[in-house]
């Protein structure tokens, strides 16, 4: 926001809220801002733009992160929003193609993938669907299962291993996953796919995102518009044209995979 000249304190004021990953505290918190009549409202994750376009229909929305927004009812189109909200979609059914495209070039054998999703989440059902259908147009079987907790989530591990999964999937999680998990992980010797270069570091095989970093500035950019008098209903919803693609060797050496080169052509980093 410095670089389009808004400076916190001086001609900006943030007022933040945080639900702690409590779903339940979005809607309160977003009609509290609301009440408050703030200018603008900023939103991270589709639940919290769905609370927030529930509280106002007046009050400008950016959000900074969205799956679908279309299918989630936020917008009426990402070229036409229509109403109050606008910003940045992370468009899941793009992303889940090309990681399950990914994923295939980096073991072409595979034909079972455990897919972790989070039923707690609302705007992982699109994610869902993005995903069984990307497995599914590349002649691969996905492995469905609902992970809300750590607990779970090594439930989920060894439901894999009873249903011979030969790849894992949890970048639908979209969140780091402790040391415990990553060390079990590693202990199951399934190829992981994740969704934050953390986790690669930790023990996945690979990771990939759109660049946060031109997602934030592009948001940014948005909610300077919206504040210079643009209106949300004409500001087009914008994607992401950076991705990050992050591999480890070290984990490939480890369950005996040759990276192709061509995917190492194309990593932005490789973990040695």
């Known amino acids: ?57 007046t009050i400008p929305i950016v959000m900074a992160s969205a799956g679908d927004p279309v299918s989630a009812g936020l917008v009426a189109s990402l ?47 699109s994610g869902r669907k993005a995903r069984e259908t990307a497995y599914q147009s590349l002649g691969l079987q996905p492995l469905l299962i609902e992970v809300a907790t750590e607990s779970q989530f090594l439930d989920a591990l060894a439901e894999a291993s009873r249903q011979r999964a030969e790849a894992l999937d949890f970048a639908l999680l979209s969140i780091p996953l402790p040391d415990t998990l990553m060390q079990a992980v590693r202990r199951s010797r399934l190829p992981a796919m994740a969704s934050d270069s953390d986790d690669v570091e930790a023990g996945a095989l690979m990771s990939f995102r759109p660049d946060w970093a031109e997602g934030y500035k592009r948001v940014a ?35 005996g995979i040759t990276v192709p080169k061509a995917i190492l052509a194309r990593a932005d980093q490789v973990i040695q």
């Open 1 to 57: 926001m410095r670089a389009f000249g808004w400076i916190d304190g001086r001609n900006l004021s943030l007022v933040p809220r945080s639900a702690d990953a409590n779903l339940d505290q979005l809607r309160p918190l977003a009609n509290e801002l609301a009440a408050l009549k703030v200018d603008l409202l900023v939103t991270f994750g589709t639940e919290a733009a769905q609370a927030a376009k529930a509280a106002t229909t």
């Open 79 to 125: 070229a036409r929003p229509g109403g109050n909200v606008t910003g940045y979609s992370y468009m899941i059914p793009e992303i889940a193609r090309k990681l399950a495209a990914l994923l295939h070039e980096m073991l072409p054998t595979a034909r079972r993938v455990c897919v972790l999703v989070n039923p707690i989440a609302r705007a992982s059902e």
């Open 221 to 255: 950019a948005t909610i300077d518009k919206i504040l210079r008098g643009a209106k949300p209903a004409d500001v087009p919803v914008e994607q992401p044209t950076r991705f990050e693609l992050v591999v480890s060797l070290k984990v490939a050496k480890e369950l």
